[in-house]
């Protein structure tokens, strides 16, 4: 009901709101276009067919399903807009290019941190999840038993490129800085095959990996013994294009309406149901 009542809200304030200058009016939009990764489970991931998950949305271009939390969201947002959602899957570095210079999705929904070097060049909405971070790694590995990020001395500790799992790893005293990969699944493939010791990853994300590759696990640290991380850092938040002001609104209208509890029960699902 709450939603309804808001569709109304969101409807009466895009007939009376005139865009600013450049801005395209969610009015006369007919499609939602959002690009995510389609590989960062349980944020995101590909299917070969819908099947029983009727979360999972046809990915553009391709003969394959997304899914995931992000997918979740994404189908809130449009439904509430009253819009078609489209979902492109584009490499992680390719997202805010796709969004900012080719113009060819309308948002970013991609467990992407809002981070103030990225919001140099996107605007960003209210956050839709907020995570902890922890340390991934295989349950056989001589740091299992660590129990603060001070106890990685001699650890070969490799992140994803551009992201804040990359930026922690200055964290882990004494480890050394392999250089960033591109996407997490690689990142698992060499940590599994003993390339690499660990990495770094948000909570839910870690849940999903060690819920797919049962010879790893991860640590999460308490209170002093973990990651200093701000609150921009550990939220999660959708990109949009700088201007898009009425868009934004009304997205953050959306996301308000969607409590904790909701949250937290889709990103249960979203875990529950992954590859």
């Not at 909405?125 to 001699?154: C, K, M, P, W």
């Not at 922690?168 to 010791?197: K, M, R």
């Amino acid at each position: 009901m709450k939603r309804i009542i808001l569709s109304v809200l969101l409807l009466i304030t895009a007939l009376t709101v005139v865009g600013c200058a450049g801005e395209t009016s969610t009015t006369t939009r007919e499609t939602l276009v959002v690009g995510m990764e389609a590989g960062y489970a349980p944020f995101n991931w590909t299917v070969d067919s819908q099947g029983a998950y009727t979360e999972a949305v046809a990915l553009s271009g391709q003969n394959a399903f997304a899914d995931g939390y992000d997918v979740s969201i994404a189908k809130i947002i449009a439904e509430e807009l009253g819009m078609d959602l489209v979902i492109k899957a584009i490499e992680w570095d390719g997202l805010i290019l796709s969004l900012v210079e080719s113009q060819e999705i309308d948002l970013i929904i991609a467990g992407m941190s809002p981070t103030a070097d990225r919001a140099l060049t996107v605007d960003f909405t209210d956050e839709y999840y907020q995570s902890t971070h922890v340390v991934v790694l295989r349950s056989d590995s001589i740091f299992v038993n660590a129990t603060s990020i001070n106890d990685f001395s001699g650890a070969k500790a490799i992140g994803q490129i551009q992201t804040i799992y990359d930026d922690l790893i200055v964290q882990l005293a004494g480890a050394t800085h392999e250089n960033p990969l591109s996407d997490v699944p690689t990142i698992i493939t060499a940590i599994n095959q003993g390339t690499y010791d660990l990495t770094i990853l948000e909570l839910p994300v870690a849940m999903a990996v060690v819920e797919t590759n049962p010879n790893l696990t991860y640590i999460d640290f308490s209170g002093n013994n973990g990651f200093d991380i701000s609150y921009e850092d550990s939220a999660v938040a959708i990109a949009l294009r700088k201007g898009e002001s009425e868009l934004l609104a009304s997205i953050n209208q959306i996301l308000a309406t969607i409590s904790t509890e909701e949250r937290e029960t889709l990103m249960a699902e979203a875990i529950s149901r992954q590859p």
